[in-house]
């Protein structure tokens, strides 16, 4: 084989293996454009809308499985840059340790139970964070909002998860206040959301909490336990059965996604209840 040919040669693979990139990246952005661009969306009112709010269990930390990973083009979130894309664990952006959560297990039964919606998750939880910096005032409440706000330009809130809690049952004096701040905090929330009876879901800690480390746990829980006989449209979800990764603090996958089925249960039979 000549020069010529060689070169004849090396060329035509060159040109195939550019042609291919290109396909691919053509495929790529055309995957990214259809959760983002707006004109894809579904309309303002078929669009479900729900906060992610609370501490490092909400956020996620499990390990994030490949297999597991088969997006559904009704569930959607709204990623770091304020975008709606194709929803994928991690969900959450508040941390490199960010992994499997409740959010999208809860998302994926909601959008199975109505075929008519598409769902849209707005994580908003950062890991280790205490219930002040969520009250009114606080900067975690004022970014809920913000996220919050620009959700809405494109559909229709239905509901809040919230999972906090840890951080504040490690002392006495947080953990003897919690129900009363948490109460607060629900209210503000339905306020400046201008939905008095918006459904709100919370979930109890972990019993694998270590007593040493998280000496009021069962202080706080009680707080979770008892919100729905204190704040109306509300549901409280039990974290019994549910296991712990080697931290003794952040549930593993299987449990993360059983805690987002058990919200999702919640969730709706919440949305059925008339209003009293």
Same mark, same amino acid.
């Given at each position: ?9 090396? =060329? %035509? ?37 729900? $906060? ?8 996620? @930390? ?20 304020? @975008?709606?894309?194709? !929803? ?41 964070? &205490?219930?002040? @910096? ?10 809920? $909002? ?23 049952? =490690? ?15 629900? %209210? ?26 998280? &000496? ?6 009680? !707080?979770?336990?008892?919100? &729905?006989?204190?704040? &109306? ?19 593993? !996958? ?11 249960? !919640? ?5 059925? @209840?008339?209003?009293?």
């Amino acid at each position: 084989m000549n020069k010529q040919d060689l070169r004849s040669q090396f =060329m %035509n693979r060159l040109i195939c293996f550019l042609l291919l990139l290109c396909v691919s990246i053509s495929m790529l952005f055309l995957k990214q454009a259809s959760a983002e661009d707006h004109s894809t969306l579904p309309s303002k009112k078929s669009f479900h809308i729900y $906060l992610l709010m609370g501490q490092s269990n909400m956020a996620g @930390r499990a390990a994030i499985c490949q297999e597991d990973d088969q997006p559904s083009p009704r569930v959607l979130v709204l990623n770091q840059q304020d @975008r709606w894309a194709i !929803a994928r664990d991690p969900l959450h952006f508040d941390k490199p340790t960010a992994g499997v959560g409740p959010g999208l297990s809860f998302g994926n039964v909601m959008a199975a139970v109505d075929l008519s919606a598409t769902i849209g998750l707005v994580p908003c939880a950062v890991g280790g964070t &205490p219930l002040s @910096r969520w009250e009114k005032g606080g900067d975690l409440y004022k970014q809920a $909002l913000q996220r919050a706000e620009t959700a809405l330009q494109h559909g229709t809130l239905k509901g809040v998860l919230w999972h906090q809690g840890e951080n504040d049952s =490690m002392t006495k004096e947080k953990a003897e206040s919690y129900a009363k701040r948490l109460d607060s905090l629900i %209210n503000d929330l339905r306020r400046d959301l201008k939905n008095a009876r918006l459904p709100i879901v919370v979930g109890q800690l972990g019993d694998f909490l270590s007593k040493k480390q998280f &000496p009021f746990t069962a202080m706080v829980n009680d !707080a979770l336990k008892s919100l &729905p006989h204190r704040v &109306p449209a509300t549901a409280s979800v039990e974290a019994s059965g549910l296991k712990s990764q080697e931290d003794a603090v952040h549930f593993d !996958a299987a449990s993360a996604k059983e805690l987002g089925n058990r919200f999702a249960q !919640a969730m709706l039979q919440l949305q059925k @209840r008339p209003p009293k």
